[in-house]
């Protein structure tokens, strides 16, 4: 098992992601967050994972709930480039939010932990 921590943006609530959004409105919100993980992924090998948990850690304003999407965006990221099988329950064990208050109010700690790691 190998633990990655990134310093992500705060995504759109979720709140905000579905508000009478059109699908291209909440297809640019994914990707501009798949952006900011290209940055944050930059400083790591390619891999891949045969199972993963992702845990959140913010301050934000968001009723912890509406973090949500830090978490989806993180998954789909996951499966986007290939580094997972997919993002279903037998390869996505476990999720959580956490309010850390002595974070940045700006910045969500997405915490990964990856089971079966292999550097490709």
């Given at each position: 098992?190998?633990?990655?921590?990134?310093n992500?943006?705060?995504?759109?609530?979720?709140?905000?992601?579905?508000?009478?959004?059109?699908?291209?409105?909440?297809?640019?919100?994914?990707?501009?967050?798949?952006?900011?993980?290209?940055?944050?992924?930059?400083?790591?090998?390619?891999?891949t994972?045969?199972?993963?948990?992702?845990?959140?850690?913010?301050?934000?304003r968001?009723?912890?709930?509406?973090?949500?999407?830090?978490?989806?965006?993180?998954?789909?990221?996951?499966?986007?480039?290939?580094?997972?099988?997919?993002?279903?329950?037998?390869?996505?064990?476990?999720?959580?939010?956490?309010?850390?208050?002595?974070?940045?109010?700006?910045?969500?700690?997405?915490?990964?932990?990856?089971?079966?790691?292999?550097?490709?």
């Amino acid at each position: 098992m190998i633990e990655i921590d990134l310093n992500l943006p705060k995504p759109p609530s979720l709140n905000q992601f579905y508000a009478g959004r059109h699908f291209s409105v909440r297809q640019k919100y994914k990707k501009q967050y798949f952006e900011e993980l290209d940055k944050a992924f930059e400083a790591y090998d390619e891999f891949t994972a045969e199972t993963f948990s992702i845990h959140v850690l913010h301050n934000s304003r968001y009723d912890t709930d509406n973090c949500i999407l830090a978490i989806k965006f993180t998954a789909d990221y996951l499966r986007h480039r290939n580094w997972v099988e997919d993002d279903n329950k037998k390869y996505f064990k476990k999720l959580s939010i956490e309010v850390q208050e002595d974070l940045p109010k700006d910045i969500f700690k997405v915490k990964l932990k990856l089971y079966g790691y292999k550097e490709v």
